[in-house]
């Protein structure tokens, strides 16, 4: 993500990192760890085989793991048409592997975190990070905010029963049946959303292993929620809009990494008017060429079809530079899936989405699809994240 999301991952390891040198106390139980660099993942478990899924226990947390996210994009408009887009993405990253809970004080342990310093109730393995940004097409401003926060004295965590992820006061939390609400909110923007679950989870890969790369165990456990109709406000330059549209929730675990010479990833989500929606990623390598890992899920009501790399056919058509970063960045492309007998022309709802945060710069925005799958016309919106154009992602070692 951000499916892995490699992106994401690394996102999450190197937040970790800055907060453990720039933070006011000790974030974990090492010291000793430069800017750029990551404990090696022993200890910590690997996604080798699909998992028995429960849900809603799989809501929550696996601090078994080394990386978790809880990733909302949405596509949303006022009652007068006014256009947004949101992302509100919550990291967990551990330091350490969890400590049985035998070895910890009962006091110890709260919101999904083990706090393991003798001395201190700041110290724990977990450490959060946020990213919330909102795309205000109609007047082409892109806001974003990052955060930080250890996983103790309950800044920040993430539970199953009832399904609960924060950091400070930018929160995902249950609202009775298949019902959640987001809120989050700085000095520019706001948002305060409430999503209704529409379908199962989508289990992404192979029963919900997404594979990353041939090593073993270079895969994350994944699914997604999508289709999810979504009301509430979202408020910019001091007014509030009342909404309606529809959400995409994404949820990884891993102790993965990019393969060497996999620079970045190039990730969509669709969700069409018909009800259908669409997930799709490309491993990027340095020639720009396709990584054989990738791939994605089509969603028809009931039917759900993988997707391999062979499968799909993606072309850039338009780029786009930032005048931020000075990075390019493809800004249109024309899709084509022969199994599904699908054909789409994706571009961006505006062009500058690109989020410059503590560990890496890369566009992430709303997204507009156009096309056709047989004789019938297929529109929709979404969501991309196209990463390693600004910054090199595999130079990073991450979870």
Not at 64 to 77: D, H, M, P, S, V
Not at 208 to 236: C, D, F, I, M
Not at 272 to 301: H, N, T
């Amino acid at each position: 993500m951000k499916h892995r999301h490699p992106l994401r991952a690394l996102l999450a390891l190197a937040a970790v990192l800055l907060l453990c040198l720039a933070g006011p106390g000790p974030a974990g139980a090492s010291s000793g760890i430069r800017w750029g660099e990551a404990p090696e993942p022993e200890g910590f478990v690997r996604a080798f085989t699909p998992r028995d899924w429960q849900f809603p226990a799989d809501f929550g947390a696996h601090p078994e793991y080394r990386t978790e996210w809880w990733y909302y994009t949405g596509n949303l408009e006022s009652d007068d048409g006014r256009p947004f887009g949101y992302q509100l993405t919550i990291f967990r990253q551990a330091l350490a592997p969890d400590v049985p809970a035998a070895d910890v004080p009962a006091a110890a342990v709260s919101a999904g975190a083990t706090e393991v310093s003798a001395g201190s109730r700041w110290r724990t393995p977990q450490v959060f990070s946020a990213h919330f940004t909102v795309s205000d097409i109609a007047t082409d401003t892109f806001l974003q905010e990052e955060r930080f926060a250890r996983g103790a004295l309950g800044l920040a965590g993430a539970e199953a029963d009832p399904y609960a992820v924060w950091l400070d006061d930018w929160r995902i939390n249950a609202e009775g049946p298949d019902r959640v609400r987001l809120q989050a909110s700085t000095g520019a923007m706001a948002i305060d959303l409430t999503l209704r679950q529409s379908r199962p989870p989508v289990l992404q890969g192979q029963d919900g292993l997404s594979r990353k790369g041939p090593e073993a165990g270079n895969a994350s456990h994944y699914y997604s929620l999508v289709q999810q109709p979504t009301e509430g406000t979202v408020t910019v330059a001091g007014r509030e809009h009342a909404v309606h549209g529809v959400s995409w929730k994404d949820h990884e675990f891993s102790t993965s990494v990019l393969s060497p010479g996999t620079v970045g990833w190039d990730w969509f989500s669709a969700q069409f008017e018909d009800g259908s929606a669409l997930m799709l990623y490309g491993l990027r390598r340095e020639d720009g060429g396709k990584e054989p890992f990738s791939g994605g899920r089509w969603i028809d009501g009931d039917h759900e079809l993988e997707l391999g790399a062979e499968d799909y056919d993606l072309t850039v058509t338009a780029t786009w530079r930032s005048p931020h970063s000075g990075a390019r960045y493809p800004a249109a492309w024309r899709l084509t899936i022969p199994r599904l007998d699908l054909e789409l022309v994706i571009t961006p709802q505006m062009a500058d989405q690109e989020l410059s945060t503590a560990s890496a710069t890369y566009w992430e925005g709303a997204l507009r699809y156009r096309g056709h799958q047989g004789e019938q016309a297929l529109r929709g919106r979404g969501y991309g994240e196209l990463t390693g154009y600004a910054d090199r992602l595999d130079t990073l070692r991450g979870g």
